[in-house]
């Protein structure tokens, strides 16, 4: 590796663009090269850079291509390339421009883990399923690279085909499930062909119930898709038969789909985190609510996340309470160390106010790219920060925003999403409500749904500034998502600019505390068994229910398993506590064996078991009351008085003889007899 600083090369783009090389020079570190066009004319300063060998970071995404090409001749070269041009340089806010840009080369530069992949692979069994001819052109069309299989539902007249190069049958699929390369399917009025249909097909007896598998779904079909959020379902393609160029673009990419295909792993699943379920009783279920393609599903006290199906939205990471689902396309903390290096660098560089802009790759760069080619460009004070998916964002991804310094945080999505964003709009509300009362502004997080790159300005425009925090954080996150949250959040309040203890949150907020009737608890620990993150705990030396509020994820499985029903909920953010010890919630002294005098169980669970025999069983009644005494000794102590007192448990009193019918009718007739019933 070589020791000589890293290039910084940036370009006016034909003098486009003002560039403010001493506002970048505050905020980057590294020898910085100006150029007006670096990708022709001065083409050879590129070339010079790489000479020594040192890290070169580079100004401009859309001649990467031919950077990394003349980049090959040195293969010690380490590029990374960023955009300053579209998110800042062409913008009526130019001028002012220069921290920003300074922030975001030095973001980019920040490194990311690598990426984990899941492989599918396709043998190319396809199955086309339509209603009539439309389906079998597209397997004519297909079945020189696809294994084809037709599947008609309720077909009406359709011509049979001279050859008959793939099967066509009928049938209905009732359900489906799977992935490219292993699909399932389900299929009732399944019937074959007759060889003899002469002027339309004919088919032969149906029957319900058949199975098929394949690599492949062409759905052509016209009705209901076969998955939630289909368009997300890798290796199921749906087109409107009514719809020709749809049907062409489904046909163009089912030929494509055979080979082994990478997608990445986006969610990272610790069972041992997951909070879903104890001893049969629901707690958590905020990523199975959230999920649009179904690839959540319960498996016993936690749930199971199919990676093949996974789409990588993010939203059981964003939801999760316990860090079990972590997103990974980055990480957490690595998205947030970014986050932190574009604020402090743009504040470096002499910047104020700062807006962070998330956005994804497809939808968000797409609509800053208009808004700088055709309209005003993005404010100088808004920082774009690009994430895989926006519903990925958790609390502590906007919390880290205010902690660090910035003054407020948008979120890009479509005008149509494409699959729901309610859990992103629930986690918007309570970090907004959060910031609010820590005293950095009201409506200061919100998100911006928009297709229209005028509009994103106009709100960008208007969007309130937040009283940006005068001790911003440095700490750098590091770690489990759980434990980054956590430091996150007190790292927020130190910075906070109104600092407040307790923050009440709505019901189904991830952070709250438990409150206890303690009267009407008996210690018997049952909720101790069912919490998942240790929140609540015993003491071995002690008869003690204690209570850590910063591990509380409000799953409820306490207050569900309580069998005394004295635990309730109360969602809130509680810095106090987070920052104090274990508290204790109830704690007794232990019960002392009356022959012994040793200590077992509690005062107040022996006086129950005491009131509730003495009042209602026969065996601890009248002139058995003394056997009560039993209760009152260890285990050891009570086995001894039983056999030395010779303690029969099957002596119970004489029960009324059972009744016949005769018995009845016997009465009755003695009663008919006898009009006085004597």
Known sequence: MSAAPSHLLICSCERTMPLDAQAIGRGCAGKITQANQLCGQELERFKQALTDGAPVTVACTQEAPLFTEVAESFPQAQLTFVNIRE????????????????????????????????????????????????????????????????????????????TNEFPVLKGTIRNARGYLGHFELAIDDYALPSPSSRARLVFGPSRDGATSTCDLILDLSGGTPMFPAHELRPGYLRADPRDRAAVERAIADAGGLVGTFDKPRFVYFEEALCAHSRSGITGCTRCLDLC???????????????????????????????????????????????????????????????????????????????????????????????????????????????????????????????????????????????????????????????????????????????????????????????????????????????????????????????????????????????????????????????????????????????????????????????????????????????ACGKPFGTKSSIDRVLAKLGEKHWMFQGANAKRLDVIKMCADCRVEAVVNESFDPHAAPQRPPVMTTEDYLRARDAKKGDPLGS
């Open 87 to 162: 998110t800042g340089g062409w913008s009526n806010g130019a001028a002012a421009s220069g921290p920003k840009a300074a922030a975001l080369i030095a973001a980019a530069g920040e490194e990311m883990p690598p990426i984990s992949l899941v492989t599918l692979e396709s043998r190319g069994v396809a199955l086309i399923y339509g209603r009539d001819e439309i389906a079998i052109e597209a397997a004519q069309r297909l079945a020189d690279r696809l294994d084809i299989t037709v599947l008609l539902t309720r077909p009406g007249e359709v011509t049979p085909r001279r």
């Open 292 to 594: 649009p393609t179904a690839a959540i599903t319960p498996n016993g006290n936690a749930v199971v996340i199919d990676e093949n199906i996974c789409a990588g939205c993010g939203s059981c990471a964003s939801v999760c309470p316990t860090g079990a689902a972590s997103y990974s396309l980055p990480s957490a903390d690595a998205l947030m160390r970014r986050l932190r290096t574009l604020l402090q660098t743009y504040r470096k560089a002499g910047g104020s106010e700062a807006i962070v802009l998330f956005h994804d790759g497809e939808h968000g760069e797409a609509i800053i790219d208009a808004l700088a080619r055709f309209g005003a460009g993005l404010p100088a004070s808004v920082l774009p920060l690009r994430v895989n998916e926006v519903t990925q964002l958790g609390p502590e991804i906007i919390a880290a925003v205010f902690a660090y310094g910035g003054s407020g945080a948008a979120i890009i999505t479509r005008a149509k999403p494409r699959h729901d964003i309610g859990g992103l709009r629930r986690m918007v509300e309570m970090s907004d409500s959060i910031i609010s009362a820590l005293g950095f502004g009201a409506g200061l997080v919100r998100i911006i749904e928009t297709d229209d790159p005028d509009q994103l300005r106009a709100m960008l425009d208007a969007a309130p500034v937040g009283l940006a925090t005068q001790k911003p954080a440095g700490f750098v996150p590091r770690g489990a998502k759980r434990g980054v949250l956590e430091t996150t959040f007190r790292e927020l309040h130190l910075a906070a600019p109104a600092p407040i203890d307790v923050v009440p949150l709505a019901a189904g907020a991830p952070f709250g505390g438990v409150n206890l009737n303690v009267e009407g608890c008996t210690l018997c620990h049952a909720c101790v068994t069912a919490c998942p993150t240790g929140a609540l705990s015993d003491n071995p030396d002690r008869a003690m229910l204690r209570f850590t509020e910063s591990l509380c994820v409000q799953c409820g499985l306490c207050e569900a398993t309580c069998p005394e029903k004295v635990i309730t909920l109360e969602p809130r953010l509680d810095f106090k506590a987070w920052n104090a010890p274990l508290r204790v919630l109830k704690e007794e002294e232990p019960f002392l064996c009356i």
